[in-house]
């Protein structure tokens, strides 16, 4: 089971940072990632990383999210600046392998951007 928190409104060029809690052994040795959905669209991936800490971002978000992860708490997190009215989605985690989401998608946590 993963859960998301920590979504909300935020003006155009402000921050947030999602939280994901992982039950326990979920997040071990894998890829942790957020994917988001917007409206009418497709869920896509914005970033993941590995168990080592490698990190790789979508196009759209370099430079400006941040993933990180505590495998102690069992926790993953994306610190998200800058942000734009097309990050406007419902953010989702999971872990991934070979592409693939592993887990049940939980609720997700709404970001909105907006003036």
């Known amino acids: 089971l993963m859960v998301e928190s920590g979504g909300g409104l935020v003006q155009p060029g402000g921050s947030l940072r999602l939280s994901c809690a992982a039950s326990r052994g979920i997040l071990r040795f894998a890829t942790a990632a957020w994917y988001r959905q917007a409206p009418g669209k497709q869920r896509q991936l914005v970033a993941k990383i590995t168990s080592d800490g490698t990190t790789t971002y979508e196009d759209s978000v370099k430079d400006r999210f941040t993933i990180s992860r505590d495998d102690a708490e069992s926790r993953v997190y994306l610190q998200m600046t800058s942000l734009k009215p097309e990050d406007t989605a419902v953010y989702y985690c999971?872990?991934?392998?070979?592409?693939?989401?592993?887990?049940?998608w939980g609720q997700g946590t709404q970001v909105t951007v907006s003036s």
């Open positions: 999971n872990t991934v392998h070979r592409g693939v989401p592993q887990q049940r």
